[in-house]
């Protein structure tokens, strides 16, 4: 059994599939309501990383545990030790812990204090250890949705900076494989697109898949701050801004890691778009 904590996100949705598909019983957990009934082999439970012990019915009998932080939980909450102590109780063997490309990239940025004091504690463990670090997610274009269905109009800052955006979709699949598969314990995977592409870039493929045209209006930093900051905490915001507009030559890198785990090649941004397009009609 392998228990994937944030399963109603982004890259927990996608996981709970893959792992079903794949005959896995799958423990799903998410703080809200229990969505309605899924896939066979899936279980939903409600619990919080942030509150360890409404996790112990959901990794009783699990062999693995996926492990995101997500929301508030990536800068405050109980101690990592608390989890990990309860994990350990579990009897769980192998953890994957999604963390980030800035806590690699950028050791000391306090917007990723927290994720650092949680690759530490999962290193510590003596679990089969995994840590995931993904750059920037194709899925950030959400943001867009908006502003594109009423006025077909794409904002945001740093319109020509290009980055490596990873596709959430890929995460998952890594995640899948280093759950199941042997020979990635204390491997730390840099997930990353396969091309760098700019705001700009990204709005003229949104169009083309559209089929319309878009205008694209560059923020501010302080306006794209003052957006970021209204769901996200502040320190996190400047983090991520500071990536954005002046990322460091290792974050505009194209890793090799997820081909290498997948065996084929990471997914292009345009294959996100395609997927989610009905999002922006």
């Known amino acids: 059994m392998i228990t994937v904590t944030g399963a109603t996100g982004n890259i927990g949705r996608t996981l709970v599939e893959l792992l079903a ?30 509150d360890a012990a409404s996790l112990r019915p959901a990794l009783d009998g699990a062999r693995a545990l996926f492990l995101l932080l997500g929301g508030e939980r990536n800068t405050h909450g109980e101690s990592p030790d608390a989890l990990l102590d309860v994990v350990a109780d579990a009897g769980v063997e192998r953890i994957v812990l999604v963390s980030s490309q800035v806590s690699a990239t950028r050791p000391d940025a306090p917007s990723h204090a927290r994720l650092r004091e949680f690759e530490a504690a999962v290193r510590a463990s003596g679990l089969d250890a995994t840590i995931l670090r993904p750059g920037g997610f194709a899925s950030n274009a959400f943001a867009w949705a908006e502003t594109v269905r009423s006025k077909r109009t794409v904002l945001a800052p740093f319109g020509d900076v290009a980055l490596p955006v990873v596709d959430p979709a890929d995460i998952a699949a890594v995640a899948a494989a280093v759950l199941r598969e042997d020979g990635h314990a204390g491997h730390a995977y840099e997930l990353t697109g396969p091309e760098r592409i700019s705001p700009r870039e990204q709005a003229a493929v949104l169009a083309e898949a559209l089929g319309e045209e878009l205008a694209f209006v560059e923020l501010s930093r302080e306006q794209a701050h003052g957006h970021l900051a209204q769901f996200m905490p502040a320190e996190v915001a400047t983090g991520t801004l500071d990536v954005l507009g002046l990322p460091l030559p290792t974050e505009q890198a194209v890793s090799a890691d997820v081909a290498a785990v997948l065996r084929r090649p990471a997914a292009p941004f345009r294959a996100w778009v395609e997927r989610n397009l009905p999002a922006f009609r």
């Open 21 to 50: 598909e794949q005959g896995e019983q799958v423990v799903a957990v998410s703080r809200k309501a229990q969505p309605a009934p899924g896939a066979a082999g899936v279980r939903w439970a409600r619990g919080d990383v942030g």
